[in-house]
């Protein structure tokens, strides 16, 4: 990604220092708050202490913005790790450090498995 990026010596260490400078007010931020809510033996003892604390700050809204918050976190993380795994293939398919036989992939207008989708789904439409 590295690639893409006007200025990556200055802009590369400035977003990761500021994402982890973020992520550390955040979590700090949502420890403090859930350890005032509910307080250190509740705290230890509870298995969801983030979806208590939501319940107990602001009822059944708190509990479902907490499970809401925590389902988004998942799915943008795991739209992150597809995106930047396909970058780091594409810069690696660019400077020729993939294996050979990944080369065939590129030998017909579509992948190997595209065509073979294509044809099953051909094959297999109904005809009246």
Known sequence: MAGEVKDPRRTIPRAVIGGIGIAAVVFLIV???T???LGPVSLGTDNV???RAGLLAAGVFGG???LLT???ASV??????LLAASR???????ARELPSWLICAVCWPLPVSSRWYGTQ????????
């Open 31 to 33: 420890g403090a708050v």
């Open 35 to 37: 350890l005032g809510v």
């Open 49 to 51: 202490p983030l979806y």
């Open 64 to 66: 479902a913005v907490v």
């Open 70 to 72: 925590a389902w988004t």
């Open 76 to 81: 943008t993380e795991l739209i992150g790790d």
């Open 88 to 94: 780091v293939a594409y810069a690696m398919g660019e």
């Open 121 to 128: 789904s051909r094959t297999s439409q109904r005809r009246d």
